[in-house]
C-alpha cells in the first residue's frame, strides 16, 4: 500500500521567507509526527499529533514554527521568517497505536 | 539531561561477517528501545524493537539485546550483505500513551562485497 508521503522533495527558499512542507500519512493511522535531521546528526523531535487530541509541541525550537493536521489525515508544517539554520531534512512519520513510525522521505529545505 | 547515544559513529565489515552496532541510553524510565535502518536519501525504516521487561530479541537476521544494569542496547546483523550498508539509530521511549522517541546520533554500517 500507499506509505508516507512528503513534499516537495526539496526546497529551496530565501532567508526571511516563510515556507510550508506537506505530509500525507498512512490511511488510518492515528498519530504523525515531525522531526528535523541537520547533516550527520539524528532526528530531533518538534511535534507530536495523535488523534483528537492537542499536540505535543515541546520539540519546536521557536515560535516561528508551526504545524497544523487537517482532519486527523494530511499535516502542515510552517516555518515563518527561514534562518539558514533552518536548513536541514523534515521528516515526517505516521503511526497506528504503538511504537513502529513509518517515515516519509522528507523534505530537504535549503535555506539561502 | 537524559539521552541516547553511539558508541562508534562507523563499523565498516566484509560482507558475509556478523556485525555489532552499540547504543547507550540514560533515561532509567524508558519503556521500548527501537532500532531504525536509514538509506542514503531516503527516511529511516523501522527494523525491531524491545520492551523493556526483555533482554533479547529476534528478527530476520538481526537480533537486539538489552542490558539494563548497564543501561546498553546492541544490534546484531547476521551474514551483513551490502544491502545492510545504512546508518543505524537507536531509539528510546517511555510509553503511556506519549510515544515520542528520543534519538541517539546514528552508526554508519559500511559493508564491503
Known amino acids: 500500500g500507499a506509505g508516507v508521503s512528503q513534499s516537495p522533495s526539496n526546497k529551496v527558499t530565501e532567508k526571511g521567507k516563510d515556507v510550508e512542507l506537506r505530509c500525507d500519512p498512512i490511511s488510518g493511522h492515528t498519530a504523525l509526527y515531525w522531526y528535523r535531521q541537520s547533516l550527520g546528526q539524528g532526528l530531533e523531535f518538534l511535534i507530536y499529533f495523535q488523534g483528537n487530541s492537542a499536540p505535543d509541541k515541546s520539540g519546536l525550537p521557536s515560535d516561528r514554527f508551526s504545524a497544523e493536521r487537517t482532519g486527523g489525515s494530511v499535516s502542515t508544517l510552517t516555518i515563518q521568517r527561514t534562518q539558514q539554520e533552518d536548513s536541514a531534512v523534515y521528516l515526517c512519520a505516521s503511526s497506528p497505536p504503538g511504537v513502529e513510525q513509518y517515515f516519509g522521505p522528507g523534505t530537504r529545505l535549503t535555506v539561502t | 539531561g537524559e539521552s541516547v547515544g553511539l558508541h562508534l559513529p562507523t563499523l565498516s565489515v566484509q560482507e558475509g561477517d556478523n556485525s555489532i552496532i552499540n547504543c547507550a541510553y540514560s533515561n532509567s524510565a524508558s519503556d521500548y528501545f527501537i532500532w531504525y535502518k536509514q538509506e542514503s536519501g531516503k527516511g529511516p525504516q523501522f527494523i525491531i524493537d524491545?520492551?523493556?521487561?526483555?533482554d533479547k530479541r529476534q528478527g530476520q537476521r538481526v537480533t537486539v539485546l538489552l542490558n539494563k544494569t548497564v543501561k546498553h542496547l546492541s544490534l546484531q546483523i547476521a551474514a551483513t550483505q551490502p544491502g545492510d550498508s545504512a546508518v543505524y539509530f537507536c531509539?528510546?521511549?517511555?510509553?503511556?500513551?506519549?510515544?515520542?522517541?528520543?534519538f541517539g546520533r546514528g552508526t554508519s554500517l559500511i559493508v564491503h562485497p
Open positions: 531509539a528510546e521511549m517511555v510509553g503511556g500513551g506519549s510515544y515520542i522517541p528520543t
Open positions: 524491545i520492551r523493556s521487561n526483555m
